[in-house]
């Protein structure tokens, strides 16, 4: 289950990785990716591609987002060990989860949203973690 095409999406608040709490609006282009657990194969593949993407991202004015229930101290050493440049929001009471209609028993299930001034555009429930990041870019271009 996730969020339809077309859903208004309200503004979320949560810890980043360095304990900054993060108030997000969703003004302009976003992607918001909720992945299953930090420091696991699939997990660090999907991560390592945004990190290794992230200036073409930037360079389209689109702002990434990852989301799990990992806490804040997870976050800081999964973006430590493996250099990401964007900031992991951590959801340990599932309530990011909730409002995207992520189902999260023990971690979230990896569903990915395009949102665009606060308005979903795309959606993928059955993301594959190898190549997420440079499909996402692809289907950011055919939707702007």
């Known amino acids: 289950m996730a969020l339809e095409i077309g859903a208004r999406i309200n503004a979320i608040e949560a810890e980043d990785q360095d304990s900054v709490t993060r108030k997000i609006d969703f003004s302009g282009v976003n992607v918001l990716y909720f ?8 997990c660090t593949k999907e991560a ?40 992991l929001l951590s959801d340990k009471d599932k309530k990011i989860c909730k409002a995207f209609d992520v189902p999260a028993t023990l ?35 055919e939707l702007t």
């Not at 992945?35 to 699939?42: E, N, R, S």
């Not at 976050?75 to 493996?82: G, N, P």
């Not at 990915?112 to 059955?126: F, H, L, N, Q, R």
Request: proline share 6%; charged share 30%; glycine share 8%.
């Open 35 to 42: 992945y299953p657990k930090d420091d696991t194969p699939g």
């Open 107 to 141: 971690t979230a299930k990896r569903i990915t949203y395009i949102i665009v001034d606060s308005i979903v555009v795309y959606v993928d429930p059955a993301v594959r973690p190898e190549g997420h990041s440079r499909a996402l870019l692809e289907k950011i271009d």
């Open 48 to 87: 390592c591609g945004f990190r290794d993407d992230i200036s073409e991202f930037a360079d389209r004015g689109v702002r990434v987002w990852g989301v799990s229930t990992d806490g804040v101290a997870s976050h800081k050493k999964f973006t430590e060990k493996y250099k990401l440049n964007f900031p």
